[in-house]
């Protein structure tokens, strides 16, 4: 046993035999060894009459693959919450070991070493935030220290962590555990600390799904460590940690073709946490505001104004942190919409009148899986992969001509044929354009000409809702790059059905790749004066469309 180990580890969790969970049912094995239930109840989604795995390995594998590291340099848990938990039972005997935290920081740290009987040593944040490597070092070789909490960037203050400045201390402290709760690393912009891990045999890494990727109800957090700490943490492991509707569900939110979707959307939380560290920092009723790195704002607001009482008032929940402090509130970055709530109850920035026009779509089928994202108020990003170069620069040009941005992502049956990944993609991508477009409030009815060398198409577009297609064109069998000429007239005749318009599609030419180009340019050069919003007027006598 290394030296870490017996430094760290309670030596009662050493002597113990851990409970033998049952390893996973076995397909095809006659399976008499758990007191199940040899039936799902009617209606249930799986298996699950039987045990989940510990630790479901196809689950780990895909997490490890996320953030970079060994499947055995993780303990997947519920919520980073109980990886907390499970490093102070295996390290602390109560009365006797303390962790180290550092002030304003994650509450849990404190009561789960009230809970394990541990005692804490507190290193106050100095001035600006920052931690004191020095004081901290000192600390934890005066007294019989297991565990040194460092949260980066740390809650409630967002501030980051010097890289250098934990280095430093897990170098130092050879005899502890040196923890870097990771919670928010993905609002960062940095790639935290596991490519340290192979050099520092004493650190461990919390990670979490709650927040960049928005899956604080399915409770899912990683421990990251080396070997030998995750072996002895798991000496503590609950047997079946992870419900098995819990594993299925995380494991489909984490397909690869979900994560474009997920990558732009932590972007645009950084970007909407300038936006309104900006705004508030002029506002009124602000007395301080702190820059942060994850997808909160520590805010002091002054003691006369009136905007808690607004807030109150709309309904908009912070937190309250006036322990810190006279006024002291953490504010988490929502979606714009949200935001421009927030902005309003403390009246800096204009509140929005128009209602955001996006829409995100998630389909699942036995032949295809896809995502998209569609935004009709901006032109980026636009990112296609269905598997078929030429069918993705077909709807990339949809979109540049269209005027908004789109990712869509889709894995589909090719091995078959593209057909029912290109239906299906025109299925997602009408219903995201109609979900978009919400009552379709301030839309047009338009008409484009689209020459392209020799070959020339028309297109005229009515977003009516009522479904038609016109489609008047001569296009050889063999199509282009993969996409069969009869998939170009069930495109849009799907994407009319899906999206609710009337399309009118003549086109002619010699050259079957530039008549299929000019309808899909064509397509998106009509469709973006007809998406665009001119008022909000309804453009139809009978006032619905
Ligand atoms: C939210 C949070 C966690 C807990 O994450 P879960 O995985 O939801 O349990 C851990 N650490 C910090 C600093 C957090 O803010």
Redesign the pocket.
């Known amino acids: 046993m290394s030296a870490l180990i017996k430094a760290i580890a309670r030596p009662e969790i050493l002597a113990l035999c851990p409970y033998q969970a049952r390893g996973g049912a076995v397909a095809g094995a006659v399976l008499l060894d758990a007191n199940e239930n040899p039936w799902a109840p009617p209606g249930a989604k799986g298996a699950w009459n039987r045990y989940p795995e510990q630790q479901a390995k196809a689950l780990v594998a895909r997490i490890a693959a996320l953030y970079s590291v060994d499947i055995d340099q993780l303990l997947l848990t519920r919520?980073?919450?109980e990886a907390i938990d499970l490093l102070f039972r295996a390290t602390c005997r109560a009365g006797k070991d303390a962790a180290l935290i550092t002030p304003p920081t994650?509450g849990?740290y404190a009561v789960a070493a009230k809970i394990q009987g541990a005692g804490l040593i507190e290193i106050e944040l100095g001035q600006d935030f920052s931690i004191d490597p020095k004081a901290i070092i000192a600390a934890a070789k005066a007294a019989p220290v297991k565990l040194i909490f460092l949260?980066s960037p740390n809650?409630p203050t967002g501030t980051l962590i010097a890289q250098d400045d934990i280095i430093r201390i897990a170098r130092a402290c050879v005899d502890q555990l040196v923890v870097i709760?990771e919670?928010?690393i993905e609002f960062s912009g940095t790639a935290g600390l596991t490519c340290e891990l192979a050099a520092l045999p004493n650190l461990v890494i919390?990670k979490?799904l709650?927040?960049a990727y928005g899956l604080?109800g399915a409770?899912?957090?990683s421990l990251i460590a080396n070997t030998p700490v995750i072996d002895l943490v798991r000496r503590v492991l609950p047997p079946y940690p992870l419900p098995a509707p819990v594993i299925a569900e995380v494991q489909s939110a984490l397909a690869p073709v979900n994560m474009p979707i997920i990558q732009t959307r932590i972007a645009q939380i950084i970007t909407e946490r300038s936006r309104v560290f900006e705004a508030l920092k002029a506002a009124m009723g602000v007395q301080k505001i702190w820059p942060s790195a994850a997808n909160f704002l520590l805010v002091q607001l002054r003691s006369n104004a009136d905007v808690l009482a607004r807030l109150k008032a709309n309904s908009i929940h912070v937190r309250d942190f006036s322990a810190l402090g006279e006024g002291m509130v953490r504010i988490s970055i929502g979606a714009p919409e949200e935001n421009d709530l927030l902005l309003a109850a403390f009246q800096a920035g204009a509140a929005q009148t128009t209602s955001p026009r996006r829409a995100t779509i998630s389909r699942q089928t036995k032949e295809t899986q896809i995502s998209a994202s569609l935004d009709l108020e901006t032109t980026e990003p636009v990112r296609i992969d269905t598997g078929i170069g030429f069918f993705d620069h077909m709807l990339e040009q949809v979109a540049r001509h269209g005027g908004f941005s789109l990712i869509l992502m889709a894995k589909g049956d090719l091995h078959i044929d593209e057909h029912h990944t290109v239906e299906d993609c025109a299925i997602v991508l009408g219903q995201a354009l109609a979900r978009a477009l919400g009552d379709r409030a301030g839309i047009g009815r338009y008409g484009f000409v689209l020459p392209m060398d020799e070959a020339q198409a028309r297109i005229a577009i009515d977003l009516s809702g009522r479904p038609a297609l016109r489609f008047e064109a001569q296009i050889a069998e063999a199509g282009a790059g993969g996409l069969g000429g009869q998939m170009v007239r069930h495109v849009f005749e799907t994407l009319s059905q899906h999206l609710g318009a009337a399309i009118h599609i003549e086109a002619s030419g010699q050259n079957t790749h530039h008549v299929i180009e000019a309808i899909f340019k064509g397509f998106g050069r009509a469709l973006r004066p007809a998406l665009a919003r001119e008022g909000d007027h309804i453009p139809s006598s009978k006032g619905v469309l």
């Open positions: 919520g980073a919450d994650f849990l949260c809650n709760d919670a928010y919390l979490t709650s927040k604080a409770r899912l957090g």
